[in-house]
């Protein structure tokens, strides 16, 4: 914190066309429920695994879609595959099966 009591946030932008859509690509062909998400964040506020880390499923449904794929091969080992949040989910995302999508994926590179 500086003097003035606050500082600034490092700048979030991101540029699209040096992002990577293939993620996004394999899901839709591969559990295309992952495409009917409207972020309302049930999935994250009853994790199981959120309640012991910072694991959150509506995150890396946003890093998938902005292409952040490195963060998100990092977070997704954090899910337990309990299951709660695809049983919760108002839209009935298989969540469960877009972890295990997005897992098959990096096994793959
Ligand atoms: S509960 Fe379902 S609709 Fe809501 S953020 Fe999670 S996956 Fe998306
Ligand atoms: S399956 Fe994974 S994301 Fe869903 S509630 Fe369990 S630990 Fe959380």
Redesign the pocket.
Known sequence: MNQFGFSINKDKSIDMDKTSQKLTQYLTTEEPSFN?????????ATCSAGNFTDFS??RI?LLVLRGQLDEVRDEVNKCMLCGK?TL??????N?RG?IVAIKQYFDKL
């Open positions: 009917i998400c409207m972020s309302c964040g049930t999935c994250s499923l509506r449904n949040c919760l989910c108002p839209r009935g995302v969540t877009v």
